[in-house]
């Protein structure tokens, strides 16, 4: 593949990679994907004649089986690059709609920079010409247009590739533009919105709809905010008393943006999208609104996979993140645990893709009981506590683990609850990327007694260390220590002796520093190192350039603690560079090439949820994705580490 092509989804072929195509590529894997539009039948860059001129369409549909001609175009698409805006004259929604006249038995058209979506049908105007009605939904393959307009549970679509993510950024921007609300405000309103949505989906009849003429007449538009706003009040803030803390919170937004707003959600299911499809759009949403000043930078997801594939946690272990910021770290290694449990509950089914109502039943009720009892979070930022409480609502719940509180402070200041609930040396896997820098340094005596490496250490001429006592043979302090370095003790703390293990993002600062041998020693006599991964120094950019490296440690036993004290341990530890992380200082993804300079493709099987629209039930289906392949150390890195681990058996 030629440097600035990419493959066009329908055909195969190659056309140039710009916004605009971005765009179209989204789209086409919709048609297909969500619309189940067969692909033979989707034609892009399809040719017509408007009057004497001829024009090319982005996107033509047409019946299934029929040939391709603009007689037979039944719904037509037009995508432009973000910049184009609807009003355009010559690219914007008039545009479309001559296209559609110019197709006679053209019924439905779609026009979308990705920002900004529109969907019409075309109606006789009763005097011999056309017009054109804004509806909400272009109908799928064999829907009527009015069930389109009005989502059942059979009908709802899992989210793919991007268009979730737009999704979400239409209805941030449309917020955000017709409210008069802050970006921060907005956000939070849309979060209602996404979580009515969600608790809908539990229910036997959705609910969780606005129809045409309520998205277009203003008083009429009432009916579905009131609607939405019982349902956000009986399944909400009822059921999430820990994330609505107010018991009359209300849905802040007018009536026509509520109606808007849900006509861009209605139709997707968001408990059955893909982890990543789902992640990836609201970790940007959360991304560019709730960045604070505290050293909070989100873990890359493909460095958050590498990590937990390495760690590989177990159903019946108990997993915590004591610095969660908006949940992703966590729900990488929950979703890890669950992917555990469903297979091992699908290999005991007759029929391993659909299951029967009892089968169901105890994969659920087993997936809930590690919900429940095995995922924790703390974050001392209240904005990212609750942004983490919805995400793993969205992302299969367990928010009941999640708690505001000060991980480095004393455990007995700490809420009786989260106390009761993990102890110190009471976890058996820790993820953790917790906040660092000088420019937040914990500097509060009472917080730094509790720790060894808050001392000041005195090194030997041997080489070893000790902490520096006063007269009253009490440890003398540092004035201040980063948090990061606290934030070590206090995992290893919380981590069961022997067993307990943990994968943390570190500064390379902490594993270089001369001035910090005493941490690397401290370390050493308190944990087994199991691997170092050196990240690429833009692992955290377009934010950050901190060179940090990814390192697995294991507690050690009160006996190896003694050990490595007197005589040290001497084990094999595992070690990699990652010099590609697959995106650029930018954050754009960049690809695998080959030598002479053409991007690699890969073709992988994905498993993918999708509504059986006869039953409504879940069934998984494995389809095949050819794409390019991101050029990302970390899959390799953790596939090496467990060859490794096979060696030292």
């Given at each position: 593949m030629p440097e600035g092509k990419r493959r066009d989804f329908l055909t195969g072929e190659l056309v140039k990679d710009t916004p605009e195509e971005y765009v179209r590529q989204n789209i086409e894997k919709a048609l297909v994907r969500q619309y189940k539009y067969a692909a033979v039948d989707c034609e892009p860059e399809f040719t017509i004649k408007v009057g004497s001129s001829k024009k090319r369409v982005d996107i033509v549909v047409f019946p299934a089986g029929e040939a391709h001609t603009q007689a037979n175009a039944r719904i037509l698409v037009e995508t432009k690059r973000p910049e184009v805006k609807a009003t355009s004259r010559t690219d914007g929604i008039g545009q479309l709609q001559s296209y559609m006249a110019a197709c006679l038995n053209a019924e439905y058209g779609m026009w979308t920079n990705g920002d900004d979506r529109f969907c019409y049908a075309k109606r006789p105007d009763g005097k011999g010409g056309w017009k054109f009605e804004e509806i909400i939904e272009i109908p799928a393959f064999g829907q009527t247009e009015e069930d389109a307009q009005r989502p059942d549970r059979k009908s709802l679509v899992v989210g793919t590739a991007d268009n979730l993510l737009f999704a979400f950024r239409r209805c941030h921007n449309y917020i955000a533009a017709h409210e008069g609300k802050q970006k921060t405000e907005a956000f939070w309103e849309l979060l209602k919105?996404?979580?009515?949505?969600?608790?809908?989906?539990?229910?036997?009849?959705?609910?969780?709809?606005?129809?045409?003429?309520?998205?277009?007449?203003?008083?009429?538009?009432?009916?579905?905010?009131?609607?939405?706003e019982t349902l956000f009040k009986s399944k909400v803030v009822k059921k999430y008393p820990g994330i609505f803390e107010e018991r009359d919170e209300v849905i802040d937004l007018s009536p026509a943006v509520v109606a808007y707003v849900v006509t861009q959600l209605q139709n997707y299911s968001l408990l059955l999208s893909p982890v990543d499809v789902k992640g990836v759009a609201y970790e940007e949403i959360v991304g560019s609104n709730l960045r604070g000043d505290r050293g909070e930078f989100f873990t890359p997801r493909n460095a958050c996979r590498m990590a937990v594939a390495m760690l590989d946690p177990q159903p019946d272990e108990r997993v915590l993140d004591p610095s969660c910021g908006t949940g992703g770290f966590l729900i990488t290694a929950m979703n890890h645990a669950l992917a555990v449990i469903e297979r091992e509950q699908r290999d005991q089914w007759a029929d391993p893709s659909n299951g029967s109502d009892l089968e169901r039943q105890e994969l659920y009720k087993r997936r809930?009981?590690?919900?429940?009892?095995?995922?924790?979070?703390?974050?001392?930022?209240?904005?990212?506590?609750?942004?983490?409480?919805?995400?793993?609502?969205?992302?299969?719940?367990?928010?009941?683990?999640?708690?505001?509180?000060?991980?480095?402070?004393?455990?007995?200041?700490?809420?009786?609850?989260?106390?009761?609930?993990?102890?110190?040396?009471?976890?058996?896997?820790?993820?953790s990327n917790p906040p660092f820098g000088a420019n937040i340094p914990i500097d509060d005596d009472e917080v730094l007694s509790q720790y060894d490496l808050a001392s000041v250490w005195d090194e030997a001429d041997d080489g070893d260390f000790?902490?520096?006592?006063?007269?009253?043979?009490?440890?003398?302090?540092?004035?201040?220590?980063?948090?990061?370095?606290?934030?070590?003790?206090?995992?290893?703390?919380?981590?069961?002796?022997?067993?307990?293990?943990?994968?943390?993002v570190i500064p390379n600062g902490i594993l270089n520093n001369p001035g910090l041998t005493y941490v690397r020693r401290w370390i050493l006599t308190r944990a087994q190192i199991l691997a170092v991964v050196d990240m690429d120094r833009d692992l955290f950019q377009p934010k950050n350039d901190t060179q940090t490296s990814m390192v697995l440690m294991r507690r050690l036993s009160a006996d190896e603690e003694a050990e490595a004290e007197t005589t040290g341990l001497d084990y094999p530890v595992f070690m990699a560079i990652a010099e590609k992380i697959g995106h650029d200082k930018r954050g754009n993804t960049i690809y695998r090439r080959t030598a002479d300079g053409e991007d690699v493709l890969i073709t992988r099987t994905e498993e993918i949820s999708e509504i059986d629209p006869g039953t409504g039930a879940e069934v998984l289906q494995d389809i095949t994705v050819t794409e390019k392949d991101p050029d990302d150390d970390l899959p390799a890195v953790a596939l090496a580490y467990h060859e490794w681990l096979e060696k030292q058996q």
């Open positions: 919105l996404i979580f009515t949505k969600i608790e809908d989906e539990r229910s036997p009849k959705i609910n969780f709809y606005a129809t045409p003429s309520e998205r277009a007449n203003a008083t009429l538009a009432s009916s579905a905010k009131k609607r939405i809930s009981d590690y919900l429940s009892q095995c995922v924790f979070g703390i974050d001392l930022n209240p904005a990212l506590v609750r942004a983490a409480k919805m995400n793993m609502v969205m992302n299969n719940d367990g928010s009941g683990g999640l708690w505001q509180a000060n991980t480095l402070v004393n455990p007995h200041s700490w809420n009786p609850t989260l106390r009761q609930r993990i102890p110190l040396g009471s976890i058996d896997v820790i993820v000790s902490m520096r006592l006063d007269k009253h043979q009490v440890p003398v302090l540092q004035k201040s220590q980063p948090p990061e370095i606290l934030f070590i003790e206090r995992c290893l703390q919380l981590l069961k002796p022997g067993t307990g293990r943990m994968a943390m």
